[in-house]
Nanobody
Framework: QVQVVESGGGLVQAGGSLRLSCAASGRTVSYYRMGWFRQAPGKEREFLAAVGWSGATTDYADSVKGRFTISRDNAKNTVYLQMNSLRPEDTAVYYC?????????????????WGQGTQVTVSS
């Protein structure tokens, strides 16, 4: 069984930065795509970014492209999300997930393992 734990959330002012970490344990996840999602109150879980197994391929939602950067360190079984130029509308619970498949990776149903989430609050 794989466990996924996010960390690094917190309160930040608009325009600031945060770096989220996602540590996987239980088995190596080096061969799997990993992604970040977020969910604000009353809204559906939203895809933000994904990174392929080697770290060479990445994909972003338009809402975060140019502001957020996803990366991974397979030696540490860890994925990161660097978030810059944060806005109040970025406030949400942020989730890390593991995608074992080879097809779509834009929807929550495409992912097999999830963390519990970390709260990010951006004040204006």
């Amino acid at each position: 069984q794989v466990q996924v734990v996010e960390s690094g959330g917190g309160l930040v002012q608009a325009g600031g930065s945060l770096r989220l970490s996602c540590a996987a344990s239980g088995r190596t996840v080096s061969y799997y795509r990993m992604g970040w999602f977020r969910q604000a109150p009353g809204k559906e879980r939203e895809f933000l970014a994904a990174v392929g197994w080697s770290g060479a391929t990445t994909d972003y939602a338009d809402s975060v492209k140019g502001r957020f950067t996803i990366s991974r360190d397979n030696a540490k079984n860890t994925v990161y999300l660097q978030m810059n130029s944060l806005r109040p509308e970025d406030t949400a619970v942020y989730y890390c997930a593991i995608n074992k498949g080879s097809g779509s990776y834009f929807y929550p149903s495409d992912y097999d393992y999830w963390g519990q989430g970390t709260q990010v609050t951006v004040s204006s």
